[in-house]
């Protein structure tokens, strides 16, 4: 009767671990299965106000960044997320006023091309 007892323990303690791995398996996969879709934002631009806000992303840096115009102060900031920091930085900042008086087009009119003397004909 002994021996009966020790097969009835060992089968007892096989059953406990396997029915204890299939419940830490069933934990894990709902895990996984249940966290949520990261926020994918790539290509979006939207706008309020006087501004307009758009994200793009540096291939070469492999970073993110978000775009921000400012209309009446005709300004563009770069900022992007900083994970080590756990911060947003500006990158960099573009005043286009002063790009609008560097081409020669002081009144911010669009320039059109030049219209060629032949008008389409062959000569």
Request: net charge neutral; no cysteine.
């Amino acid at each position: 009767m002994d021996t009966n007892n020790r097969t009835l323990d060992s089968r007892d303690f096989t059953i406990g671990i396997l029915s204890t791995t299939s419940a830490i398996l069933l934990v894990g996969l709902l895990i996984i299965n249940t966290r949520p879709e990261p926020a994918w934002a790539d290509g979006m631009t939207t706008s309020a106000g006087d501004y307009v806000l758009t994200v793009g992303k540096v291939a070469a840096a492999d970073e993110e960044y978000v775009y921000v115009l400012d209309s009446p102060s005709a300004k563009l900031i770069a900022y992007r997320f900083n994970p080590s920091r756990q911060q947003i930085e500006i990158v960099q900042g573009i005043d286009l006023s002063e790009l609008r008086t560097q081409d020669g087009d002081t009144a911010g009119q669009p320039t059109r091309p030049k219209k060629s003397g032949t008008r389409g004909r062959r000569p």
